[in-house]
């Protein structure tokens, strides 16, 4: 449940770390692949989303995560706002 403090850390280094990783590879910059094939789904992800858009997503994460944590404001919404801006900033642009 990411309304526990523990979760809630560990889902978003996770995320925070991922989108790092999206940056990189839309950026054309190598990245380690945890499975084979990462780096270019990533980098498609990227070009179909806009260059910086894994960046924009990350920003976001990022200040919710420190509002959730100064404020003590409740880890599952935010976990929920999280992905939602995830989502909304890594759709394709068309």
Do not use: C
């Not at 850390?9 to 989108?19: I, K, T």
């Amino acid at each position: 449940m990411a309304s526990r403090p523990e979760t809630f850390a560990a889902l978003f280094d996770m995320l925070e770390s991922w989108l790092a990783r999206a940056g990189r590879a839309a950026a054309g910059l190598p990245i380690e692949e945890i499975e084979p094939g990462e780096s270019a789904m990533l980098a498609r992800l990227g070009a179909n989303a806009g260059s910086d858009a894994a960046a924009l997503a990350w920003a976001k994460v990022r200040e919710l995560r420190h509002a959730v944590e100064a404020l003590n404001l409740d880890k599952g919404l935010a976990t929920l706002d999280a992905l939602r801006a995830v989502r909304a900033d890594l759709s394709p642009r068309h």
